[in-house]
């Protein structure tokens, strides 16, 4: 059985006199795909297999993209992708294109090629039905989000895509009262072989495309992905910054799209989307009483939590870091500690190293997602109302897609972050 995946990326300028370099491997092949479950009675259709595939091939073909160059950035990507029905895919080539153009910023162009994989199963299946399933990262914000359902909790199952965070995420389902989430993982059969440096835009249509076919499994309509405003609304500290999409209203908006051709009637909601990370941690902390922010800390937020190593924005090398702690450079965790007010970070970006380390890094390497966030809360303060945070975004090239919300909303919502940002960092 094969199916296979092929792209040719083509980056912004010749390189070495490539512009285009080209990626491929097979699904069944290359890449380890285990469905351990639980799901739930309704087996899983031949388009939702392909929709799943689909998916899988476009968080591998990310992956396997070379390092990324901030002045050689990637311009389109042309890919062919494995399904068992090509000639229904075809039909929808245009949707999935334009979600993935969305997610990442940079074209696309799809193809279809016939799969003779098997049909995906999970590896258990239970009988009972559900009403919601939350996409359960073990992240701090689905976990603030499940702490509001536990009264729900018989009708709720939790879907989780992992690759070294499963038991975190079974540990949260158990703290909480619900049932073991229902489980995915996929990796490279042979790690070695594989680039491995590309961003994480696409992770995302994944993480939704298996929470969107656990709840047909369990008959659900409702599916949640709890993400805070700030990062749901993806709006960048500067004009030099790309921030994923990946709890974005359009991103819901087309996903649903696409899932709805193949005969899904899903709700996709975020119940997060107008609450800054502080005002949500409040919120499980009422929930939770004095138990919240012992489960909090056991969450993952950060970008590099199981690295080694941290890629650097400026010099060369990496930054060391101790895996299974919090790098406190990147965004997420910059988010995370202004919320949480926590100190556990392998490095505080407001009193970086003294001098680069031995393998060159420079320093700037340390400060620079804090001195941008710091910039934008300054900017953001000095608005009154919707119309003077536009003029700001606008006089700073923030460029905002008018599905991101209404200029009054967006200003409440991230003046009250730049708020809690400037308390924790002055």
């Given at each position: 059985?094969?199916?296979?995946?092929?792209?040719?990326?083509?980056?912004?300028?010749s390189a070495n006199g490539h512009p285009t370099y080209d990626i491929d491997f097979d699904l069944d092949g290359d890449i380890k795909i285990?469905?351990?479950?639980?799901?739930?009675?309704?087996?899983?259709?031949?388009?939702?297999?392909?929709?799943l595939d689909i998916a899988i091939a476009v968080h591998f073909l990310e992956r396997d993209q070379?390092?990324?160059?901030?002045?050689?950035r990637v311009r389109l990507i042309d890919a062919t992708l494995p399904v068992r029905d090509p000639a229904f895919w075809a039909g929808q080539a245009d949707k999935v294109a334009s979600l993935l153009r969305w997610m990442g910023g940079i074209d696309w162009r799809v193809s279809f090629v016939q799969s003779t994989a098997s049909v995906r199963t999970a590896a258990k299946t239970v009988t009972d039905r559900a009403r919601t399933i939350v996409l359960n990262s073990g992240g701090?914000?689905?976990?603030?989000?499940?702490?509001?359902?536990?009264?729900?909790?018989?009708?709720?199952?939790?879907?989780?895509?992992?690759?070294?965070?499963?038991?975190?995420?079974?540990?949260?389902?158990?703290?909480?009262?619900?049932?073991?989430?229902?489980?995915?993982?996929?990796?490279?059969?042979?790690?070695?072989?594989?680039?491995?440096?590309?961003a994480l835009s696409y992770r995302s249509f994944l993480f939704l495309t298996f929470g969107a076919i656990v709840a047909r499994s369990f008959d659900a309509d409702r599916l949640l992905q709890f993400e805070n405003g700030v990062m749901a609304?993806?709006?960048?500290?500067?004009?030099?910054?790309?921030?994923?999409?990946?709890?974005h209203p359009r991103t819901h908006r087309l996903f649903g799209e696409l899932v709805g051709a193949?005969?899904?009637?899903?709700?996709i909601e975020n119940p997060f989307k107008d609450m800054t990370k502080g005002e949500e941690v409040e919120v499980c902390r009422q929930n939770l009483s004095g138990k919240a922010d012992a489960l909090l800390k056991g969450t993952d937020s950060c970008w590099y939590f199981h690295y080694v190593r941290v890629p650097v924005?400026?010099?060369?090398?990496?930054?060391?870091?101790?895996?299974?702690?919090?790098?406190?450079?990147?965004v997420p965790c910059l988010v995370r500690r202004a919320?949480?007010?926590?100190?556990?970070?392998?490095?505080?970006?407001?009193?970086?190293?003294?001098?680069?380390n031995s393998s060159g890094v420079d320093p700037r390497s340390f400060t620079y997602n804090l001195d941008a966030m710091k910039r934008f809360a300054e900017i953001v303060l000095a608005t009154q109302d919707g119309p003077t945070f536009r003029r700001a975004m606008s006089a700073n090239a923030i460029d905002i897609d008018p599905e991101t919300g209404t200029w009054d909303e967006l200003q409440s919502l991230y003046s009250r972050f730049a708020t809690e940002f400037s308390k924790q960092f002055p």
């Open positions: 059985m094969t199916a296979p995946v092929f792209a040719t990326v083509t980056t912004e300028r285990d469905i351990p479950g639980p799901f739930g009675p309704v087996p899983i259709s031949e388009r939702e297999s392909d929709l070379r390092k990324k160059a901030e002045s050689n701090m914000d689905s976990t603030c989000g499940l702490s509001g359902l536990m009264s729900q909790a018989s009708s709720v199952r939790l879907a989780s895509f992992y690759t070294l965070n499963s038991n975190i995420q079974k540990d949260i389902a158990s703290s909480l009262g619900f049932e073991k989430p229902s489980q995915m993982r996929a990796v490279w059969r042979v790690r070695n072989e594989r680039r491995g440096n590309g609304r993806a709006v960048t500290p500067a004009a030099s910054y790309f921030t994923t999409r990946h709890a193949i005969g899904l009637n899903l709700t924005r400026f010099g060369s090398g990496a930054i060391d870091k101790t895996p299974r702690r919090h790098c406190g450079i990147c919320a949480f007010g926590d100190t556990d970070y392998v490095y505080d970006p407001s009193h970086p190293p003294k001098i680069a």
